[in-house]
T-cell receptor, first 110, second 110 residues
């Protein structure tokens, strides 16, 4: 019963560095999402994938790219990290009755 | 801007008391969902209420939905210290994407 697994849990990057956040789900869900959560705030949608092979921009896509590698995996890439991207990143997958979230990746860009 | 807005931002009560949180939203919805987030963790789905439902129960949770007022409330009865968490409402659009509010932080004092 792994659910949604995100790696890494913590990461510190220097400004301009790149990295990829990994997400995998084992529930055979079609839809997957990447959100960011800033202190004291709710989640804002970065990108989502309604099904394998499709991706769409959310509310705050600038500075990010995604890949829906297969039905299980949905990765988020920061090509050139900026301090404004310091946040906690959550991956989620869903069917009709609600999202299942990963435990988050705490990213700090210095 | 966020679709859902929770009220109050913070709530502090004694164990055994009831806690009520409200959520208002702006546009028409298919579903409304409530989530809980413990400190440093991902969100956990609590309950979903559909746009044609007015009230739903799950254990000590009671959710109401008033589509005419574009609002929902979450009532936690007989609160426990373990209920201390942030609570978020999320509204679903036609594509199934959820938009989250900024949350209510609930503290239950033993």
């Amino acid at each position: 019963n792994a659910g949604v697994t995100q790696t890494p849990k913590f990461q510190v990057l220097k400004t301009g560095q790149s990295m990829t956040l990994q997400c995998a789900q084992d529930m055979n869900h079609n839809s997957m999402y990447w959100y960011r959560q800033d202190p004291g705030m709710g989640l804002r949608l970065i990108y989502y994938s309604a099904s394998e092979g499709t991706t769409d921009k959310g509310e705050v896509p600038n500075g990010y790219n995604v890949s829906r590698l297969n039905k299980r995996e949905f990765s988020l890439r920061l090509e050139s990290a900026a301090p404004s991207q310091t946040s906690v990143y959550f991956c989620a997958s869903s069917v009709k009755n609600g999202y299942t979230f990963g435990s988050g990746t705490r990213l700090t860009v210095v | 801007s966020q679709q859902g807005e929770e009220d109050p931002q913070a709530l502090s009560i004694q164990e055994g008391e009831n806690a009520t949180m409200n959520c208002s939203y702006k546009t028409s919805i298919n579903n409304l969902q409530w989530y809980r987030q413990n400190s440093g963790r991902g969100l956990v789905h609590l309950i979903l209420i559909r746009s044609n439902e007015r009230e739903k129960h799950s254990g000590r949770l009671r959710v109401t939905l008033d589509t005419s007022k574009k609002s929902s409330s979450l009532l936690i009865t007989a609160s426990r210290a373990a209920d201390t968490a942030s609570y978020f409402c999320a509204t679903d659009d036609d594509a199934g994407k959820s938009t989250f509010g900024d949350g209510t932080t609930l503290t239950v004092k033993p």
